[in-house]
């Protein structure tokens, strides 16, 4: 029998006067329809498989080897990332094409969303930052993948590669491609420019 909670359980992680970053441990109720509302607007970009349900959130924001963030802006969740090892979308048929699918080595990032009022303020660098920090400690974790679109990601730095091109992502009749990122030489400091790019509200 699923066993919920009202309120989250989560670590702070990064936080300022009015902004912080929490590592979910354990995701209430309370969080779930804030959530569910910022992921809606996904679905233009990446199809309705991006959008939370109650399944996908308690799949992903309450499993154990994931990684997920959210960030709160007084209090209110503002933005969220999410990490999952790439076995566990095993379903998906790209996945097994991916070289490194059964080494248990890639994060993949699920998605990053933030809404649009708080772009300019420095917070989705913050909550990335926080992601590639935690992932690389991550017992043999050695990479980070992630789909985006076609072209994007030739704007970033050396640590991406490009490791397939879909020509109609999820239906949504838009060209993607599939990067990965490499942990081992990644900067303290990664650049705001470099994936996962934010989808902003």
Known sequence: ???????????????????QIE????????DYS????????????YGRQAVLTKNTIEKYFNAEKCLPFIAKYQGEIIAYIIGIP???????????S??????ENTLYTYAFVIMEKYKSNGYAKMLKRVYISWAKKRENI???TGHVREGIANRFDNNIEI?????DWQGTGKPFEYYRRSL??????????????????
């Open 142 to 144: 050695e990479y980070i």
């Open 163 to 167: 490791v397939n091109h879909i020509k």
């Open 23 to 30: 590592l979910v441990e354990k995701l209430g109720r309370e």
């Open 86 to 96: 790439l076995e566990e979308l095993r379903e998906e048929k790209w996945t097994i």
């Open 1 to 19: 029998m699923e066993h919920f909670i009202e309120e989250s359980q989560t670590k702070i992680i990064a936080s300022t006067n009015v902004f």
């Open 98 to 103: 991916d070289e490194n699918f059964g080494k």
């Open 34 to 45: 804030p959530l569910i509302d910022i992921s809606l607007h996904l679905a233009k970009e």
């Open 184 to 201: 081992e030489n990644e900067l303290k400091e990664p650049s705001v420019y470099s994936p996962p790019v934010e989808i902003t509200i």
